[in-house]
């Protein structure tokens, strides 16, 4: 005798222990209803039957232990808490007879199946089979009878068939129930709710049933999918805790004895109906190949045509006379015009259930509140018709507009949303096109009106502009209006981003894809940056998000509006990524950026937001803060957000005021807490009366400062303004002239008169446009040109660009910035410089360029008295000071170097001074004791020429 046989003998309640452990204590037998809890919430009427049965999940119930089950892969068949048989491959009965029998109840069944609904005849012929395949071919007593997969439209009739054939099939007592058990997988969306599902499969697959329904799998978590799998192709499924039965579901009782425990999940050999509106790949995507294997019929419901639809509207409204009858007592009369009228809204989201509600709610609930608040005669006549697109009913000598006896919900926010929307600063152009949706909506509700066809404009959008325009509250407002409208059922805005759709791993993505879009059908799904939803043709998950993406857009195409926000390039290269991406999109509305006086405006409704008021003297100050900051172009840090870091950085600054003042204004943020400071007039004669010789410049300059001075006075005015006058320049002279130095004042000059935004100066040569392989300059330049933009781009040696060949890239440079600076116009002024001759040269060998810089200006080489003066200048700046035999030397050198045909003035004058205070340190050297006018002085034996 073993040891454990010596303990079962001495402790039979080890016995006891063992087999409840394997077992529970009462071993249930298969469809055994009596003790199962088949908790059904809801129940569906369908034929006049109570033949669905919808499993609902309590969703507050906390007595389900949340420690997910889990399938164990090895010894699935053991501890099976149902009776478990020995598995046998059910042999059909093939003799002529019973064959024959058979054949002839299910030849009947599609007659009464054919009888009881419109169309589908190939559907129902299918249909039949797929019930009648487990008699004919056999069938494993352990699985599933069959599995079967219907794909067909929402409310296309898919659940009323499958009730309708079990009735059948109980009333020729081929089934011993006529219940079907459905189970809604889109009430289990979260692994949290894994539990619950198995309490509700548990009563599903115990209940006094043959068929078991599964629809919205795409809604599902994918824990849900698994047991599904595995039930469908092995039977069983094995839970890696034990349960037991109580009045609201299962409990896990791992370690405790309880009587009547759970331990695995049998098909108990049901019908298994997968119902769909999804293509056969994503099924297949979704639950593995594995089970589409143990699949036996796929079949698919026809789209019903138009004279169906109207045979199925009929039956509608028949119904609808028998409850005027019965419950109205009145005498309903109808044309066919209503039956057109109400099959014109048949929508595939939401199938024939939706023109059921329709006639419901707009014919059937006007008539009862008329009934209600009138004294109409018994079986008053009521005829219902159409006039003007409108559903009217005919009362003895009066004619009611049915919509206007129970007022819309949505009718009273319409206005509100419109003046909401006309509040809203600025964007006149998206206002503009919001306002056209109701005008086209109108139309084509009166196109249709006419018997002309309809047009379903499609409301997918692209919002492209800079961050802060308001378009994430521009895609809330255009929820609300489109739910308003009726377009949209919830009007609810579901924003995300890249991150909350795109996986970490293959063929995660599609289904977070999928989960985003469901949660915003109804409303608007609003995807901002969706440029970076994929990025390249490489972005395999990027790819996958967007073709997801694009299928749930069609297939929910009545029912959701999908909103892409961007930049506008950005946005441009993005729709290249998918080809259906562009055709889905054709609605692009750009966002323009604000004007200063816009942000103003904004400005004073951000700090009422936040408790403050701005005081009157910082209105032109702001203003002129915001049209400074208030780039042009690819912006990150404008418009809104500029104006928001304006006022919280004032409030901050007004916080620190305030500790150190007694003051009552705590809610007003004045001139001191914007931290503007008072600037004092730019004088230019200053500015130029410090440089020296180059008096043609100065001319020009003065004279360039008194014309803008005059336009802005006249524009101030309101007269006319000459704005075709260009302001690039030329600068045409030798090294040293003080080119750049005289670019830098004009910067001064265009900024203080209002020409240009700021008084930066962008420096650049050739080495700075021209890049060393293909494609890539057209790149440096428009950076370049970028950084130079509301400055001045100083562009020295411009020559080079043209001495480089034919195939040389510096034409591209030129190429590129000639575009560009023509569409900036008014926000950069370009100056070239260069030798006069070269400078020539290039702008005769270029048209486009010659007549883009029509301001040349000469600079002249300095003259002797005025290198010297340059010198004197130079070498005090350094803490020296030059002798007079020095100044003399000094002349006497630049009288001579001045001579040559490309003398460096400036630069000449540095490199001379340079080497002398280099020469005075070494004559210095050889002496210690040394005074402070000797350590100063440039004597003329440290000049030197070379």
Do not use: W
């Not at 058979?102 to 559907?123: A, H, P, R, W």
């Not at 023109?355 to 005829?383: C, R």
């Not at 411009?798 to 575009?819: P, R």
């Amino acid at each position: 005798m073993s040891f454990k046989e010596l303990m079962k003998f001495l402790f039979p309640e080890y016995q006891v222990i063992e087999s409840i452990k394997n077992d529970g204590v009462i071993k249930r037998k298969k469809n055994e209803d009596s003790s199962s809890p088949n908790k059904v919430l809801n129940r569906v009427q369908l034929n006049n039957n109570h033949d669905l049965s919808i499993q609902t999940s309590n969703k507050d119930n906390d007595t389900i232990n949340n420690n997910q089950p889990e399938t164990e892969n090895s010894d699935i068949q053991q501890n099976i808490d149902i009776q478990q048989n020995t598995t046998t491959q059910q042999i059909a009965d093939n003799s002529e007879e019973k064959n024959n029998d058979i054949s002839t109840i299910f030849n009947e069944v599609k007659e009464d199946l054919k009888n009881n609904f419109i169309g589908q005849e190939k559907y129902f012929n299918s249909l039949c089979i797929a019930f009648k395949r487990p008699f004919i071919t056999g069938y494993n007593d352990e699985k599933p009878r069959n599995v079967i997969i219907i794909q067909g439209h929402e409310s296309s009739g898919k659940q009323s068939s499958i009730c309708c054939i079990a009735k059948c099939l109980k009333e020729r007592k081929i089934f011993t129930y006529r219940k079907v058990k459905l189970l809604d997988l889109s009430l289990y969306q979260t692994a949290s709710e894994f539990e619950l599902f198995l309490s509700d499969l548990y009563s599903a697959l115990y209940s006094k049933s043959h068929v078991l329904i599964f629809e919205n799998f795409h809604k599902c978590h994918s824990s849900i999918i698994n047991v599904i799998q595995t039930l469908a192709t092995t039977g069983n499924y094995k839970l890696k805790a034990r349960y037991a039965e109580t009045e609201y579901g299962l409990v896990e009782t791992t370690g405790g004895l309880v009587e009547d425990t759970v331990s695995g999940l049998s098909s108990n050999n049901m019908y298994f109906v997968i119902l769909s509106d999804r293509e056969e790949k994503e099924i297949q995507n979704i639950f593995g190949l594995n089970f589409m294997k143990c699949v036996g019929d796929y079949l698919h419901m026809d789209s019903y045509t138009e004279d169906e639809l109207k045979k199925l509207v009929e039956f509608d409204m028949n119904d609808l006379v028998y409850n005027g009858k019965e419950n109205l007592s009145i005498e309903i009369t109808y044309d066919n015009k209503v039956i057109s009228y109400v099959v014109s809204r048949f929508k595939i989201s939401t199938g024939i259930a939706g023109m059921t509600t329709f006639i419901d709610s707009e014919i059937y609930k006007p008539l009862a509140e008329l009934k209600l608040n009138n004294n109409y005669e018994y079986m008053q006549t009521v005829g219902i018709s159409i006039k003007d697109e409108k559903i009217v009913a005919s009362i003895a000598d009066e004619t009611i507009q049915l919509d206007m006896v129970i007022p819309k919900i949505d009718s009273y926010g319409l206005e509100e949303i419109k003046n909401e929307l006309e509040q809203v600063i600025g964007i006149q152009s998206v206002k503009k096109y919001i306002s056209s949706l109701e005008n086209n909506l109108q139309i084509q509700k009166l196109r249709e009106s006419k018997g002309l066809k309809v047009s379903d404009i499609s409301m997918h959008m692209i919002f492209t502009g800079n961050p802060g325009t308001g378009k994430t509250m521009i895609a809330r407002m255009v929820a609300k209006y489109l739910k308003a409208l009726g377009i949209l059922s919830e009007g609810q805005l579901r924003e995300v981003t890249r991150a909350d759709m795109v996986g970490e791993y293959v063929g995660q993505t599609a289904r977070i894809t999928n989960d985003v879009i469901q949660s915003a059908i109804g409303g608007v799904l609003f995807i901002d940056e969706a440029y970076s939803l994929c990025r390249d043709k490489n972005d395999s998950y990027g790819l996958e998000a967007v073709d997801a993406l694009v299928k749930g857009i069609e297939d929910n195409r009545d029912d959701l509006v999908v909103i892409l926000a961007g930049y506008q390039e950005e946005m441009e290269e993005f729709l290249k990524v998918n080809s259906g991406l562009k055709s889905r999109f054709p609605n692009i509305i750009c966002f323009e950026d604000y004007t200063a006086d816009e942000m103003y405006d904004i400005s004073q409704l951000t700090a009422s937001s936040k408790g403050y008021k701005i005081s009157e003297d910082c209105k032109e100050p702001l203003i002129k803060l915001f049209d400074q900051k208030q780039t042009k172009g690819k912006n990150d840090s404008g418009n809104g957000r500029l104006v928001r870091n304006v006022i919280e950085s004032a409030i901050l600054n007004q916080s620190k005021r305030l500790l150190n003042s007694n003051t009552d204004e705590m809610d007003v943020l004045n001139y001191e807490d914007f931290g503007f400071q008072n600037n004092s007039t730019y004088d230019l004669e200053d500015s130029l009366s410090k440089i020296i010789g180059l008096d043609t410049v100065k001319e020009y300059i003065n004279s360039l400062n008194a014309r803008l001075k005059i336009q802005n006075e006249r524009k101030k005015l309101g007269l006319i303004v000459d704005s075709t006058q260009t302001l690039h320049m030329v600068f045409k002279g030798n090294p040293g002239t003080g080119k750049t130095m005289i670019a830098r004042v004009i910067a001064d000059v265009l900024y203080h008169i209002g020409v240009i935004k700021t008084n930066k100066l962008v420096e650049t040569d050739r080495s700075g446009l021209v890049a060393g392989y293909v494609g890539q300059t057209a790149i440096k330049t428009r950076e370049k040109i970028l950084e130079a933009l509301d400055g001045v781009l100083f562009i020295d040696e411009a020559y080079s660009l043209s001495q480089g060949g034919e195939n040389d890239y510096g034409k591209e440079a030129i190429d590129t910035l000639v575009k560009l600076m023509d569409d900036n116009r008014d926000r950069i002024v370009v100056i070239l410089a260069g030798y006069s001759d070269d400078m020539d040269s290039f702008l005769s060998i270029n048209a486009g360029l010659k007549s883009r810089f029509p301001n040349i200006i000469e600079f002249e080489d300095y003259s002797a008295e005025q290198l010297v003066k340059i010198s004197e200048l130079l070498v005090e700046s350094k803490g020296y000071e030059l002798s007079l035999a020095a100044k003399d030397k000094l002349y006497d050198i630049f009288s001579q170097a001045r001579q040559e045909a490309r003398f460096g003035n400036g630069r000449y004058v540095r490199n001379l001074i340079e080497r002398a205070i280099n020469n005075q340190s070494v004559r210095l050297s050889k002496d210690t004791n040394l005074t402070k006018e000797e350590l100063i002085a440039i004597e003329d034996t440290d000049i030197e020429k070379r």
